[in-house]
């Protein structure tokens, strides 16, 4: 393989001219001709640069509305040719095909399309076809070829022309980054298809993202880690703009994620909210009259664990809450906006990160949530269920009150985004308990109660804020060993899937001690 390649002939063919004027010209001044299509063709001679048409290189027009242009041996005999093969060499001169040294191309805006609800049809044909190939053929013989298919790169290009051509090592980086682009293209169109005709587990399934981030490392010093973007802009750390602090680790996006799309949950127009989540799981979560106020009623859940966590908020952050975040180490704190003197206030703390959205996410929107297995990965619908006080089943005596109802719909949100088994305890829009991740229901349910006690003796509360809570359950309780152990702690009502083969056991057992309990008919594992 030639080590450089001098480049003297360049096909240019962009759906986004980002910066094209600026490389074309550069590419010309340097004496290399242009050949190039259509629209990108019209725009370089707008800019006052001499081109070719492809249509003149192939001697055919355009046709069939721009689906039929550089599918022509002109073109791909120029980009495949081995230049070190006397019979492509041959084959060049007897047909007249002139070799083409750098491929520009970027595909046709498929995923915007799909992104701006295009229909049908407007999906369809914006589905690339000349353009994959190209960049293929290109890629494929790097050998000869450089193709580049991120305006990124541009200023890269120009060096490596500068200092003879480009290098066969920036030749192969450049052919990975064009397959990873038609890859990742694919893939887009893949997933839309299925989506459109309701495959729902379509034979093979695709996944592709673009390198946000090179992190230091991943969960633990000896892991390499990176953070990739898969398209779709749902507000969130992947959309965020971080205004200070050092860059996110991969625990911090972990957990950003998990505290934001929790938060999520409680629309902001029905009051301000904060979650405060460690380790991937809430330490706690509350609703207030304001933000400073539903910060502090989630502080004061476990304000041993919120120590270095990460808090998120449904409303932009303002001065108050800036400031009551500060007394105590946090890692980052991520909100829908920010004021000035909020953003004042914390950039006292330069370890201190802050990313704001400008929206939240939809808890409700459909999506995909897969994790990897050996030998594949699982996919699924992402968790979105959602259940209302009318889609409550009251399965004991004593129907709940309406403080309670409300109680329990709050504390079956959080429930949801508890790793299982989980068990939350809440009063007045605040949880006062949390027990996650444990292998029986029964200890999360008593290490909830514990945590609520520990809480009781650090306020100076005269008993346990657990006492006159409502429970939610993740899922169902396999036994009544876990009602009852809430029901001695002080809770008052329950909410659970229901399910169990023993519900009626469970159903007894509250009644024994005048509890309230409902069914909701929707189990939310969280593993």
């Avoid at 991943?218 to 953070?227: I, R, S, T, V």
């Avoid at 009318?390 to 004991?396: C, G």
């Amino acid at each position: 393989m030639t080590e450089r390649t001098p480049i003297r002939r360049a096909l240019i063919s962009v759906s986004d001219k980002t910066g094209l004027n600026e490389f074309a010209a550069a590419l010309a001044a340097r004496g290399i001709e242009l050949i190039s299509t259509g629209g990108t063709a019209k725009a370089l001679r707008a800019a006052g640069l001499a081109v070719r048409d492809v249509a003149e290189l192939t001697g055919f027009p355009e046709m069939m509305d721009g689906r039929v242009k550089t599918l022509h041996p002109m073109v791909h005999g120029g980009l495949l040719a081995l230049r070190n093969d006397a019979g492509h060499v041959a084959a060049m001169e007897a047909h007249g095909i002139a070799p083409i040294d750098l491929l520009v191309v970027n595909l046709y805006p498929f995923e915007a399309t799909v992104a701006a609800g295009g229909a049908y049809e407007d999906c369809v044909e914006n589905i690339d076809i000349g353009g994959p190939a190209m960049i293929r053929a290109a890629a494929k013989n790097h050998a000869h070829v450089a193709v580049v298919v991120d305006a990124a790169d541009y200023e890269q290009v120009l060096a490596e022309i500068e200092a003879g051509g480009p290098s066969l090592a920036f030749r192969q980086a450049l052919a990975q980054i064009a397959y990873a682009r038609t890859a990742a293209y694919d893939a887009a169109v893949s997933n839309w298809m299925a989506g459109a005709i309701g495959a729902g587990t379509p034979r093979r399934r695709v996944f592709a993202g673009t390198l946000r981030q090179t992190m230091r490392y991943g969960e633990n010093p000896h892991q390499a880690a990176a953070f990739y973007t898969d398209g779709p802009a749902r507000p969130g750390v992947a959309t965020a703009v971080q205004h200070q602090g050092k860059a996110l680790s991969y625990n911090n996006i972990n957990d950003t994620d998990a505290a934001f799309e929790l938060v999520a949950e409680f629309a902001p127009e029905g009051g301000p909210a904060c979650a405060i989540i460690k380790h991937a799981n809430p330490c706690g979560v509350a609703r207030g009259a304001s933000l400073a106020e539903a910060y502090g009623r989630a502080f004061d859940c476990d304000r041993t664990s919120a120590f270095g966590g990460i808090v998120a908020l449904n409303q932009p952050l303002d001065e108050e809450t800036a400031a009551r975040i500060t007394e105590i180490m946090t890692e980052v704190v991520i909100a829908p906006g920010a004021s000035d003197t909020a953003k004042a206030i914390f950039a006292r703390k330069k370890n201190l990160r802050l990313l704001t959205t400008e929206a939240m996410p939809d808890p409700g929107a459909a999506g995909l949530a897969f994790r990897q297995v050996a030998g594949g990965f699982l996919v699924q619908d992402r968790d979105n269920g959602s259940i209302g006080a009318a889609d409550l089943k009251v399965v004991t005596k004593r129907a709940p009150s309406s403080t309670e109802i409300e109680d329990m719909l709050f504390a079956r949100i959080v429930a949801k985004h508890v790793k299982s088994n989980a068990i939350i305890y809440a009063k007045a829009g605040a949880t006062v308990g949390v027990g996650a991740g444990q292998m029986s229901r029964v200890d999360s349910t008593r290490i909830a109660a514990r945590k609520g006690e520990d809480m009781a003796g650090a306020l100076g509360l005269a008993s346990s804020p657990v006492e006159g809570a409502v429970v939610a359950s993740d899922a169902f309780f396999p036994f009544a060993d876990g009602l009852i152990t809430a029901a001695e702690a002080g809770a008052t009502a329950v909410i659970q899937p229901g399910g169990s083969l023993r519900d009626e056991e469970v159903i007894a057992a509250a009644d024994e001690r005048g509890l309230a309990m409902v069914f909701t008919g929707m189990r939310h594992f969280r593993h």
